[in-house]
């Protein structure tokens, strides 16, 4: 909690207090004796002053024994607390009327009720002190906790982000090498997908979200990069509909599926890789569907390929109930059926 917002939580306490006090006087049921000389003034004034003394010395203590191994320690020590501030509470009270408000000696006969009213003023206000405190050190504790978490998540998205872009620069440097071997032409033109996708791993992928007209320009020159090494034109068929206007997606959050598929993708299917991209007013779909090699007839959890588990983690992440990832083989024919909510 903010020290401003600490503040305002204790002045509200004291005006509570004070308009406790006061309450009798705005109902006229109050002696008019009390009112005469402000004997119920100076009252008010001196118990305010004890009340703030044993509010603020509860309020600093007692969190020293909350750290305490043995927590049934607090109880007697509350006890012990609270008789110490009676017995400090009590001379400054007397001293108060007999010297500063100069009280008659008849007003001033000292009684077991007073000491009775003392030690309540002082295990109330005790109280409070303690509630308050608690409430507050809790509320720090929770936005200390919320932030520890939020700090976490946001080291494993980077973590499982830069779990992707190894193994992708990985297979693609594979890829150029087998173009530049065979001293392929084509071999420059890798280059430079590779260096603008680079580009867009490099700076653009740091963020949480990204534009998605730029994931999908990512996503195209990935494919690009990848049709280089197959040399079938129609392999892959690509749809995007609807607007890309000021929507945004996490990066490097699509192109497993895609990856996956040119993996583990039959290359004797055209189209071999069908990807659908449907963006909706209150929702995207994205769509990935392959034909698995006939040797590769595994569960769809299988047939996903490597960095699954990673993408629904960060869908869990980035994404938390607003999300619907379905995958399913059917046959030879594998679907990966994406959908995340605005």
Sequence with gaps: MKSR??????????????????????????????????????DIFITTLLNIFVFYSVYFVIPNFMKLKRKWYI????????????????????????????????????Q????????????????YAMLIRFSIDWFDSQKLKNELIKERQASEIALLRSQVNPHFLFNTLNNIYSLVYNKSDEAPEAVMKLSSIMRYMLYDSNTDFV???????????????????IRQK?????NVNGSMDNRTIAPMLLIPFVENAF???????????????????DR????????VKPNEQRSSEEAGGFGLENIKRRLGLLYPDKHDLKLNLKGDIFKVELTIYN
């Excluded at 583990?264 to 189209?271: D, L, M, S, V």
């Design 112 to 127: 077991y009720d007073w000491i009775w009213a003392t030690l309540k003023y002082t295990v109330i206000i005790s109280i």
């Design 211 to 229: 534009a998605l007209h730029k994931e999908i320009e990512y996503l195209n020159s990935f494919i690009e990069l990848q049709q280089l090494r």
């Design 5 to 42: 917002y600490k503040i305002l939580v204790h002045i509200l306490f004291w005006i509570y207090m004070l308009n406790q006090a006061f309450f009798p006087i705005y109902l006229n049921k109050i002696d008019i004796k009390l009112l005469q000389d402000y004997i119920y003034l100076k």
């Design 75 to 110: 109880f007697p020590f509350v006890i012990l607390l609270a008789t110490v501030l009676s017995a400090i509470r009590l001379p400054i009270e007397i001293a108060y009327w007999k010297y500063l408000v100069k009280l008659p000696p008849s007003q001033l006969m000292f």
């Design 284 to 291: 995207m779909d994205f769509l990935v569907t392959n034909f």
């Design 234 to 238: 129609g392999f892959v068929e690509i």
């Design 263 to 281: 993996k583990h993708g039959n290359k004797n299917h055209e189209p071999g890789i069908i990807i659908d991209l449907n963006i909706k007013t």
